[in-house]
């Protein structure tokens, strides 16, 4: 039986269910305060002195870090080089909900308005140089931590060719609640027809491929000219609907129906009659949104990128930045006889079933453990300073 911990969990926004930042965190708080254990949630408005600032967090550290036996911290947040911080019986975690590493070996299609390709071209010399420095900053403060919290393998593997040891890293997948799933797990499955629904859930932004999105609708539309394109939750990059609409061909605009916002509560029915879910992002963490879909048992096809490889199955994932192959799935979903169909859309809610928090959280607390027991025993082998 584990012993009750002391664990404290800082987001780059204060967790919550409504942002996807501090998602995860909220989740696996909820279950973790069920069986008995002590959880703070806090996000950077919680940190003393400069509040939003790598000084505030770091001030937190030195100020309150002792009383938690775990801070499981977002890892934009940098650990100093203080011994007495890091060599401290807490453990010190960090974790990814968007693994930053990544972002220098990702490239993805940006504005194709001519004022944004002109400051492009004009910064990015500067911006490589100081991104470099940011990038080297995050890998020093990663092997400063006891422990990394990762949720895609993707993410694994560039830590360890970033230079950090695998045996600091733990794998650990995010999931929906409970009642989450059983909502959207009695949404019948919808019947083939000749005006399909394709739903886009997310910002649309650039990493999340908002520009492949217009192409591979567009080339949907060329084989199945009925097909409609649902955006859920645009607002992002874009903040008004007349500057995304302006992104696809005129002949596309009427088949495009768009959601800058919406309610959570009402996802269901928004998705619903849907047919399919189109998710071309270049970079995500896990990915709640994928997750959504196949819980209410949608098809969800997306390039094989960190997050969406760790949960679909390899024939629901394209290369990224391949639109036409992205398209292909889909429309090769939309072909598909109704019975076929059926057996995909059970694939898919199959899929969501295999996470479910209080197992993650029982592995997350294995894990932490364990660490802990590790950074007290080499604690105890080192000769101490007089």
């Keep these: ?64 870090g002792a009383q938690y036996d775990v801070i499981d911290f977002d890892h934009n947040f940098l650990l100093p080089e203080d011994d007495e911080i890091l060599n401290g019986k807490t453990l010190l975690v960090a974790r990814s909900v968007l693994f930053q590493l990544h972002q220098p070996f990702i490239n993805y299609p940006l504005s194709r308005a001519w004022k944004s390709r002109l400051r492009h071209f004009v910064t990015k010399h500067y911006k490589r140089k100081q991104n470099a420095q940011l990038h080297q900053a995050l890998v020093d403060s990663l092997q400063r931590a006891d422990l990394i919290n990762l949720s895609s393998r993707l993410d694994v593997v560039r830590a ?13 997948p995010f999931a929906l609640e409970e009642e989450v799933v059983e909502g959207f797990q009695s949404i019948p499955t919808v019947s083939l027809g000749d005006s399909p629904i394709i739903v886009f859930l997310g910002t649309f932004d650039f990493r999340k491929g908002c520009l492949d999105t217009v192409k591979i609708f567009e080339m949907i539309r060329q084989e199945i000219p009925q097909a409609r394109l649902r955006i859920l939750g645009a607002k992002g990059v874009f903040t008004n609907e007349k500057a995304i609409m302006q992104l696809f061909p005129k002949c596309d605009r009427e088949n495009v129906e768009l959601h800058m916002r919406f309610d959570p509560s009402t996802l269901g029915e928004l998705i619903g009659d ?36 760790d949960m679909l199955p390899s024939q629901w994932l394209g290369p990224p930045g391949d639109c036409a192959y992205l398209a292909n799935l889909c429309i090769d979903c939309l072909h598909l006889q109704q019975q076929t169909y059926l057996q995909q859309a059970e694939h898919a809610r199959g899929i969501v079933k295999a996470y479910r928090w209080r197992q993650i959280a029982h592995e997350t607390l294995g894990a932490y453990t364990q660490a802990i027991n590790a950074k007290v025993t080499k604690f105890r082998s080192e000769p101490r300073k007089i």
């Design 1 to 64: 039986m584990q012993s009750i911990m002391k664990l404290c969990f800082i987001a780059q926004r204060k967790p919550s269910i409504t942002y996807g930042g501090g998602k995860a965190q909220y989740y696996l708080a909820d279950v973790l305060q069920e069986e008995g254990h002590s959880v703070t949630l806090i996000g950077p408005e919680d940190f003393p002195g400069e509040g939003h600032s790598q000084a505030g967090f770091q001030r937190f550290l030195a100020e309150q």
């Design 160 to 172: 360890v060719d970033c230079g950090i040891s695998r045996d600091k890293v733990v794998l650990l």
């Design 274 to 309: 849907a047919t399919l879910g189109l998710f071309p992002s270049y970079h995500e963490g896990w990915g709640f949104a994928i997750m959504e879909q196949l819980a209410a048992g949608k098809p969800v096809f997306a390039y094989n990128a960190p997050g969406a490889s």
